[in-house]
Structures are given as C-alpha cells and as structure tokens.
C-alpha cells in the first residue's frame, strides 16, 4: 500500500506561471514533510519542508501547503523557470522517509 | 569532496553474483541512510545508521541484503546471489544530526542491473 501518493506522473506548466504539484497520504501518524527536487542521474535535493504543526511554508519562488484534515499537501513554484524542469518527489515522516512516486515537471519557454 | 559520493556508479551483475555498493558521506555526518529506488518510483527506505550502529534495518527486502559502517563513516550496502528483481537505483544520504527528521543529503546512487 502507497502510504505517500504523487497522482500525476508529469506536469507541464509555461513559463512564468505557477506550477502546483500535488501529494496525498494517509498515515496519520506523518508529523514532517519534505520536497525533493531530482535531477537527471543525480540524487534528490532537498527543497522545502514543514512540519505538522504548520499550514504553510515559503522559501523565495517555493511553498508548501499542508491540509493535515485532507492528508493533503501541495508545492506551489512562481514564477516557474525553465531550471525548475526535473522530477519532484514529496516525502513523509514519523519514523523513516516514505517518498512518492514522483512527479514530472516540464516548463515550457 | 563537499558531498555524499557513491561508488560505483553502475554495476552490472550477472544473476547470482554478489555485489557491494559503497557511500561515503558527508564529513561528520552521524546519520547515514540506503534507499532502494525502482524504475518510475520514489526512494524506499532500506535501513539507518547512526554512527557505526544500524538502528533501523526494517527496510531490507532479504536476509541477501546486508549493510555496514563500521567505522561511522563509510558504509557498504552487500547484495548476495543477486535476482533480477534486485534491479533498480540504490541511493545513500546522509544527515548532519542523529535524527530522522533533518534534512539529508543524497549521493548520485548506483545503477544496478542485474542480468
């Protein structure tokens, strides 16, 4: 059973606008959350967090949004660059990280 | 080097060999992670070092599988009589403190491919 869901496989967002990638899970028991951003043949880089206790958290262009009623957090990105093209991973945690499958993002010129 | 290095890079085995992937982390980094990450998936958790002891090996799919630091530095993830389903990215990550909720850095990973 996939305890941290990325529904959509890939995105494809225009420069300039807001990319939203989306994520569900459904442990209750997930207390911090975590965005990665990967690279072609790199490892995952960390973008982004926030812990339970918070609705949102911004960093510059990134913010995370968390529905703890929903299981529900989003990463919005804008303005969205042609550099934030790569595969965007979110991830939960109560003991280990749990990622999701991932989601594709292509920006678009 | 300023990062979390993993060698090698790829590795290709014939079905039945054994393997052993290396990770060296970040200098003075107490935590050290494996990851297994299968084609069009999301890391999954292996195991968990803090310093030169495995607190957490939950993670490994097989008694095959086997991990070491012995040192709290450099850690070896060993595959024996590799399968085919052993197949997939094996990522390292390391974090500056002995907790599982800081931020940790990953290696480039290993491609293995099992034949």
């Known amino acids: 059973d996939q305890q941290v869901k990325q529904n959509s496989p890939s995105l494809s967002v225009q420069e300039g606008r807001i990319s939203i990638l989306n994520c569900d899970y459904t442990?209750?028991?997930?207390?911090?959350f975590l965005w990665y951003k990967k690279y072609p043949a790199e490892g995952p880089t960390f973008l982004i967090s926030?812990?339970?206790?918070?609705d949102k958290n911004e960093d510059g262009r990134f913010t995370v949004f968390l529905n703890k009623s929903a299981k529900h957090l989003s990463l919005h990105i804008v303005p969205s660059q042609p550099g934030d093209s790569a595969v965007y991973f979110c991830?939960?945690?109560?003991?280990?990280?749990?990622f999701g499958q991932g989601t594709r993002l292509t920006i678009n010129p | 080097g300023a990062g979390v290095s993993q060698s090698p890079r790829y590795k290709v085995a014939k079905r039945g060999q054994d393997v052993a992937l290396r990770c060296d982390p970040i200098?003075?980094?107490?935590?050290l992670f494996w990851y297994q990450q299968a084609l069009g998936q999301g890391p999954e958790f292996l195991t968990y070092?803090?310093?030169?002891?495995?607190?957490?090996k939950s993670g490994l799919p097989s008694d095959r599988f086997f991990a070491e630091r012995p040192e709290g530095s450099v850690s070896t993830l060993k595959i024996q009589r590799t399968q085919q389903e052993d197949s997939a990215v094996y990522l390292c990550?390391?974090?500056?403190?002995?907790?599982?909720?800081?931020?940790?850095?990953f290696g480039p990973g290993t491609r293995l491919t099992v034949l």
């Open positions: 990550a390391s974090s500056l403190e002995g907790t599982l909720f800081n931020e940790q850095f």
């Open positions: 442990n209750s028991m997930f207390d911090y």
């Open positions: 926030i812990s339970s206790i918070k």
């Open positions: 991830a939960a945690s109560a003991l280990e990280l749990v």
């Open positions: 200098s003075g980094h107490v935590s």
């Open positions: 070092f803090q310093n030169e002891a495995q607190l957490d």
